[in-house]
């Protein structure tokens, strides 16, 4: 008998699921035969797969901002940190067989009426935007900044999934570094 609590067979098996194989070709019917439980049980933790969703990414956001936060504060100033937080989409593509962002792969997945599901991925992406803009507070303007590297650091990541390389990310902390050099202070 499984001594795993049932929601958190639930969630582990839609997490590796989600992930491998995307949120669309993941089914409710496929969750509950892998995680080996009760369809009974399954709606008793969570009334749709969209609620899933939401407790999936809510867990996933909090695991990813440590790992973000963990990397943007490793370094002996504000270049070094910013793009040392570069080295997270390369050991997450390496760890993670270049499958990409858990955040980018269901917010292209998902459809309008699926707000909720977009909301987190928001809430997720903007607290980014905020851990790079913390570290450039000596900029003239630290939230245009903060953003234009966010838009590098998601096109990196982007690009590591497509190519299933690193040298996206090369790229991205070579022009990261030569704006933030160029930037006024």
Not at 28 to 55: G, M, R, V, W
Not at 64 to 73: C, G, N, P, S, Y
Not at 83 to 100: D, K, T, V
Request: hydrophobic share 35%; glycine share 4%; proline share 2%.
């Amino acid at each position: 008998m499984n001594k795993i609590p049932v929601k958190t067979r639930i969630l582990e098996t839609a997490s590796r699921l989600f992930y491998v194989q995307g949120y669309r070709a993941t089914g409710i019917n496929q969750i509950i035969k892998e995680a080996e439980i009760a369809k009974a049980s399954f709606y008793q933790h969570f009334p749709s797969k969209e609620d899933l969703c939401i407790t999936y990414l809510e867990d996933r956001h909090n695991i990813a901002h440590e790992r973000q936060k963990m990397f943007i504060t490793d370094g002996n100033n504000a270049i070094d940190r910013v793009c040392n937080l570069f080295e997270n989409i390369r050991q997450n593509a390496i760890n993670n067989n270049f499958n990409g962002c858990h955040f980018l792969n269901i917010a292209s997945e998902i459809n309008e009426h699926e707000s909720k599901i977009r909301l987190i991925v928001t809430k997720h992406k903007s607290r980014l935007m905020w851990l790079i803009e913390d570290q450039l507070q000596g900029y003239d303007n630290p939230e245009e900044m903060s953003e234009i590297i966010y838009v590098i650091y998601e096109g990196a990541n982007i690009a590591v999934k497509n190519y299933r390389d690193t040298w996206p990310i090369d790229r991205a902390i070579k022009t990261t570094r030569a704006m933030l050099e160029r930037g006024t202070k």
